[in-house]
């Protein structure tokens, strides 16, 4: 009877059991945030922060790689029921989720081959190829230069492909969050990449929570805020980001 119900639930999408906390992560998000090896997360702010909500919370945490383009379906449906390094303005429905309090600032900049002139606006990168990741929303103003193709974006399967492909210059710029391009570029000292002068926006990040969470959503937030106030978010941030040199990228997806 167990083994057909786990098979329902699976096969329904249903909020089943509650007896862990089931934490999404999208299959391009990268170091310092998450850290994949051997098909597991195993490193990173969304590991550390997840241990230890579940070591407070005294409930087993699950952390389930999901397409980025189905995080917000998923959460609805309870298959996941949160997931953190997000902001209200990159989902559809943002008011049907909980948004815990502001966690950390985050900007998103750009990389470009040293060799070419510094970009410094949105004009700038008219006509130009911008590496990308497939499902990311980029501000309102970038958006708006894809759809009408005065910028070209390229989505690439990842961080390190993109940088690669921007090394030989088969893109013309590659944008991401500041702090995944810094842990790249201390991996990978060798790449002839600088960053662009022009932050193209900032903004703050928070946890997203579906409505089958299975604890109290105030009781999560005071968690976060208390994890944040006492530094410990960025300390951990900043600890991930100080071993990148040493950590090389294993990944096995």
């Known amino acids: 009877m167990r083994r057909l119900y786990a098979l329902l639930c699976g096969l329904l999408a249903l909020p089943c059991a509650a007896d862990n906390l089931r934490w999404g992560y999208g299959p391009a998000d990268a170091m310092p945030y998450v850290g994949v090896e051997q098909q597991r997360l195993q490193r990173g702010l969304a590991h550390r922060l997840g241990l230890e ?37 990159w989902v559809g429905e943002p008011q049907r989720l909980h948004w815990s309090p502001p966690l950390y600032e985050e900007e998103d900049v750009l990389l470009q081959h040293r060799d070419t002139a510094p970009l410094t606006s949105l004009q700038s990168l008219h006509g130009k190829v911008l590496g990308t990741s497939l499902g990311y929303v980029y501000s309102a103003p970038l958006m708006a230069a894809f759809a009408d193709q005065r910028i070209l974006r390229q989505d690439v399967r990842d961080l390190d492909t993109s940088l690669q492909m921007l090394d030989k210059q088969r893109l013309d710029a590659v944008i991401d969050m500041r ?37 109290a959503a105030e009781r999560l937030d005071a968690l976060l805020v208390e994890l944040r106030d006492q530094g410990r978010i960025e300390q951990w941030l900043e600890e991930a980001l100080r071993s990148a040199a040493d950590s090389p990228e294993v990944s096995a997806r």
């Open 53 to 89: 909500l579940a070591l407070r919370l005294d409930l087993p945490v699950e952390f389930i790689e999901t397409p980025n383009n189905r995080l917000e379906t998923y959460l609805q449906q309870g298959r996941l029921h949160l997931i953190c390094n997000a902001n209200p303005e």
């Open 179 to 215: 702090r995944n391009l810094a842990y790249k570029l201390a991996q990978h000292p060798q790449l002839r990449l600088d960053f662009s002068p022009w932050v193209v926006q900032r903004y703050q990040v928070h946890c997203a929570y579906g409505p089958h969470l299975p604890v």
